[in-house]
């Protein structure tokens, strides 16, 4: 279990943490803002656009974090509000994920800049890079209720009886039971922030 890496690793325990909160904050605040640039004003009405965990994520959220190394968050937003329609509800949807691209190519800038200065710690930078370049790889999967299938269900619409169906009930939990899904995923993220450092720091 995560946990016992409070006593084994205690330092990666806690940048882990930190690092996972700060990201699923800052991607769900993506969605409220860009529902926001939509016309929906839900997220404010309902107090999420704040940088409160507890808010994004709940106490459950938290506590299953500490536990078992993951976690989820949701901003409540009402697409019936969005002035655009289905282009409203994609780009919401992609606001989360494309939020966690973001932030992992600018802790790799972060990382190649101060990689010999010791001025930041490189472990906290490649493993920020690597949380979020998951996230972003994750969350697009066209699976319910991840922001993947909101974005490919409005471009194909046969998607939509995904959610109906037993494999929309149980999709994540099939991907979590894939052997190597993790650490094919981990694999594909350490190949991308390795070949942008030999980028950035050949030149």
């Known amino acids: 279990m995560f946990l016992t890496t409070l006593v084994t690793h205690p330092a990666f325990f806690f940048r882990y943490i930190v690092i996972v909160i700060i990201s699923i904050c800052l991607h769900e605040l993506a969605h409220g803002f860009a529902a926001l640039s939509q016309g929906d004003d839900t997220p404010k009405k309902l107090g999420h656009i704040t940088l409160n965990p ?10 299953f974090l500490c536990l078992v190394g993951m976690s989820w968050g949701q901003m409540p937003v009402n697409p019936y509000k969005f002035r ?6 994609i780009l919401v949807s992609a606001a989360g994920p494309l939020c966690n691209l973001a932030l992992g190519f ?9 990689y010999n ?18 996230q972003f790889i994750f969350n ?4 319910p209720p991840l922001d993947g299938f909101h974005i490919f269900s409005n471009i194909f619409p046969e998607l939509k009886q995904l959610e109906r169906s037993q494999m929309g009930a149980f999709g994540l939990m099939i991907v979590f039971l894939i052997p190597g899904f993790g650490a094919g995923l981990i694999t ?7 070949n942008f450092l030999r980028l950035t720091l050949a030149f």
Request: charged share 15%; hydrophobic share 60%.
């Open 117 to 134: 200065s010791g001025f930041i710690s490189k472990d906290f930078l490649y493993l920020a890079a690597r949380i979020n370049l998951a």
């Open 140 to 143: 697009l999967l066209p699976i």
């Open 84 to 89: 655009n329609g289905k282009f409203s509800d």
């Open 188 to 194: 594909i993220v350490d190949l991308i922030i390795t």
């Open 106 to 114: 600018i802790f790799i800038a972060l990382l190649s800049l101060f």
């Open 54 to 63: 507890v808010v994004h994520m709940g106490v459950e959220s938290i506590i």
